[in-house]
Nanobody, 126 residues
Framework: QVQLVESGGGLVQAGGSLRLSCAVSGRTFSNYRMGWFRQAPGKEREFVAVVSASGSSTYYANSVKGRFTISRDNALNTVYLQMSVLKPEDTAVYYC???????????????????WGQGTQVTVSS
């Protein structure tokens, strides 16, 4: 079993920055591709970003490309999401997720991720 715990959410003004962290335990962290998703009230959970198991490759949703950066530290078993130039439409609960499907292409489908954290709230005020 893999446990994921997000932190770093909060209230920020539009144009500001936040860094989310996700600490992972229970299995070998470097065996998992890690993703960030978000869910706004009344909307489906949507893909934000993913990083490969080694950290060498990343992929972003068009809505956050150029503003968000995903990274990981395999020595600390932690994945990060640096968010900059935040907009009110970025307001959501942010979830990190782990996928063991390393042979697959990067996926934005929530069903391709095996483990999930409990989420952390990000609120961007205008």
């Amino acid at each position: 079993q893999v446990q994921l715990v997000e932190s770093g959410g909060g209230l920020v003004q539009a144009g500001g920055s936040l860094r989310l962290s996700c600490a992972v335990s229970g299995r070998t962290f470097s065996n998992y591709r890690m993703g960030w998703f978000r869910q706004a009230p009344g909307k489906e959970r949507e893909f934000v970003a993913v990083v490969s198991a080694s950290g060498s490759s990343t992929y972003y949703a068009n809505s956050v490309k150029g503003r968000f950066t995903i990274s990981r530290d395999n020595a600390l078993n932690t994945v990060y999401l640096q968010m900059s130039v935040l907009k009110p439409e970025d307001t959501a609960v942010y979830y990190c997720a782990a996928s063991s499907r390393l042979a697959d292409a990067f996926s934005i489908d929530v069903r391709r991720y095996d483990y999930w954290g409990q989420g952390t709230q990000v609120t961007v005020s205008s």
